[in-house]
Nanobody, 117 residues
Framework: QVQLQESGPGLVKPSQTLSLTCTVSGGSITTNGYGWAWIRQPPGKGLEWMGAIVYSGATYYSPSLKSRTSISRDTSKNQFTLQLSSVTPEDTAVYYC?????????WGQGTQVTVSS
């Protein structure tokens, strides 16, 4: 069974770049057909799909975040990474990494990131 674990700083200052890593076990990030996504949930709001990197290495981003978001991967470590630049307090959220196949998702436990000076 696949397991996903987010890691990264819990506090980021405004204007800095938020960087999170998702470490995957129990499944390869290059397995055909699977996508690997970053999703966040700000306090009191719904889930927001930020972007994904699929098994081939292709990336897809939410139009609203595309200018500030970069997703990459390290296949040797079976990890994928989110970078979100020029953060503001509005980027405060619980950040999740997830694996998807069609509409089926497997989720990490999530990590709280607060943007504050």
């Amino acid at each position: 069974q696949v397991q996903l674990q987010e890691s990264g700083p819990g506090l980021v200052k405004p204007s800095q770049t938020l960087s999170l890593t998702c470490t995957v076990s129990g499944g390869s990030i290059t397995t055909n057909g699977y996508g690997w996504a970053w999703i966040r949930q700000p306090p009191g709001k719904g889930l927001e799909w930020m972007g994904a990197i699929v098994y081939s290495g292709a990336t897809y981003y939410s139009p609203s975040l595309k200018s500030r978001t970069s997703i990459s991967r390290d296949t040797s470590k079976n990890q994928f990474t989110l970078q979100l630049s020029s953060v503001t307090p509005e980027d405060t959220a619980v950040y999740y990494c997830a694996r998807y196949y069609g509409l089926d998702y497997d989720w990490g436990q999530g990590t709280q990131v607060t943007v504050s000076s």
